[in-house]
Nanobody, 115 residues
């Protein structure tokens, strides 16, 4: 069965960095685009970044452009989200997502940016 397991979240001060990882299994990872979403308290889920199957194309929501970088290692079936210059408004639960006929989600990892 499809599994997506996020890790790497935590508490960080404004201006700090975190690297999220999402380990995928149960499907041919290298065939599909992958996405990171986030959901802040009291808000809807928001697409943050996406990467094509080969990793050659990436897109970002405007609020993270220049600060976040999505990447993937198809040999390790893992997608990453490098987050730099973090702001309090980046506080959210971050979810890994794959879509092929159905939307698959991980359990999420909490990112808290606070001094």
């Amino acid at each position: 069965q499809v599994q997506l397991v996020e890790s790497g979240g935590g508490l960080v001060q404004p201006g700090g960095s975190l690297r999220l990882s999402c380990a995928a299994s149960g499907f041919t990872f290298s065939k599909y685009a992958m996405r990171w979403h986030r959901q802040a308290p009291g808000k809807g889920r928001e697409l943050v970044a996406a990467i094509s199957s080969a990793g050659s194309s990436t897109t970002y929501v405007d609020s993270v452009t220049g600060r976040f970088t999505i990447s993937r290692d198809n040999a390790k079936n893992t997608v990453y989200l490098q987050m730099n210059s973090l702001k309090p408004e980046d506080t959210a639960v971050y979810y890994c997502n794959a879509q092929f006929g159905y939307a698959y989600w991980g359990q999420g990892t909490q990112v808290t940016v606070s001094s």
